[in-house]
């Protein structure tokens, strides 16, 4: 998020931020269930990658290759979190999409396609305005996921 914003304000446009993967919906069966579980397929691999790297950090490495890993494996939990955050463009989105009551989608994709147009700016002020909101809230959920995989010592 500060990448691309630093990016924004110097150079007028964006760069550094992660680019979604077309998907055209219309080779599921059923649409829903099929984008639903595209959009898991990240955050999941991001917490598969985290696992296979504290199964390495277990095998007792040099110092300085425990250091990277726990930064690979913090980085990876990490994404996998914010990535399952409802807010479009997130992939959190497209769950939440799949799970609400079709008598909600026409309010819901209004709401999409406001948030996903000023996701950035609404990113840069949540870091602004209330520095720590965030990360109070992402490391809520992360220090649990850390215990779990027995690497909490890393944060």
Aim: net charge positive; aromatic share 12%; no cysteine.
């Amino acid at each position: 998020v500060i990448l691309p914003a630093i990016f924004l304000f110097a150079f007028g446009s964006v760069f550094g931020y992660a680019k979604p993967v077309p998907v055209n919906p219309r080779y599921f069966k059923d649409q829903r269930k099929g984008m639903m579980l595209t959009s898991l397929a990240g955050p999941f691999s991001n917490f598969l990658m985290a696992a296979m790297g504290s199964v390495l950090l277990a095998q007792g490495l040099l110092v300085s290759i425990k250091f990277i890993l726990g930064a690979f494996i913090f980085i990876n939990v990490l994404l996998g979190v914010f990535n399952l955050i409802p807010i479009p463009p997130l992939d959190g989105s497209k769950i939440l999409e799949g799970v609400l009551p079709r008598a909600w989608l026409t309010g819901y994709y209004k709401f999409e396609n406001i948030v996903e147009r000023y996701f950035m700016i609404i990113m840069i002020l949540i870091i602004v305005l209330r520095p720590g909101i965030l990360s109070n809230v992402l490391f809520s959920v992360i220090k649990p996921i850390l215990r779990l995989l027995g690497v909490e010592s890393i944060v």
